[in-house]
């Protein structure tokens, strides 16, 4: 048994089981492993490798976020392991719907109060693939916007064609808005590194 079949078979009751229950579960295998290891019916523990499934709290902010008009947002950087400036920061023309892929080039920043759009951290482009449901969370944004404009009558685009930008606030100030405190929030990407963690299933774009 390798390590990728034992996540399996948590990701497999990640919907119906608890967290808790998950470690639990885990806790198990490892041992009875460790049995095996000792009475050399197996060579290695793979159960004490394994990485738990995505929280169940991640899931259920998905959920709600999917009827919320910052849901976009929300799925955009809880899928995509994005940078909450780069999120704010990306446009409809970064976003290829046939094909399935979003280019991550500048990130919106508020020096002295005032929104500016850079280059981000790393200072060069990457272009990701889209999961499913960061697909359907971007077309139904798409669509809610087309109708706001269309209620008041503008054609153009607001914000620059930013298709997620938010008023002033990092990530654990939007939280709060899907009744999720920051306290016991899903972590968001906070790292420096310039590589995208594979989250969600999401892939790299060689």
Not at 86 to 100: H, N, P, Q
Request: glycine share 8%; net charge positive.
């Amino acid at each position: 048994m390798t390590v990728e079949d034992v996540e399996a078979f948590l990701d497999a009751r990640a919907e119906t089981h608890s967290k808790s229950t998950l470690v639990k579960l885990r806790t198990i295998l490892a041992q009875a492993f460790d049995f095996g290891i000792r009475r050399r019916h197996v060579s290695w523990n793979p159960a004490r490798v394994a990485e738990l499934p995505p929280r169940a709290e991640a899931r259920a902010l998905l959920n709600v976020a999917s009827e919320h008009r910052l849901g976009a947002w929300v799925t955009v950087a809880m899928t995509l392991g994005l940078r909450p400036g780069e999120v704010s920061g990306l446009t409809w023309e970064a976003i290829y719907f046939d094909g399935g892929t979003l280019t991550v080039y500048q990130a919106l920043a508020w020096p002295g109060g005032k929104p500016v759009l850079k280059p981000t951290k790393c200072k060069r482009s990457r272009t990701l693939e889209l999961p499913a449901i960061t697909m359907e969370a971007l077309r139904k944004h798409r669509k809610r916007s087309a109708e706001e404009r269309l209620m008041r009558g503008t054609d153009g685009r607001p914000d620059g064609g930013r298709c997620c930008s938010t008023p002033r606030m990092g990530h654990r100030s939007i939280l709060p808005t899907f009744g999720v405190s920051s306290a016991g929030s899903p972590k968001m990407r906070e790292s420096t590194a310039c590589s995208t963690p594979t989250t969600c299933g999401t892939r790299r774009r060689r």
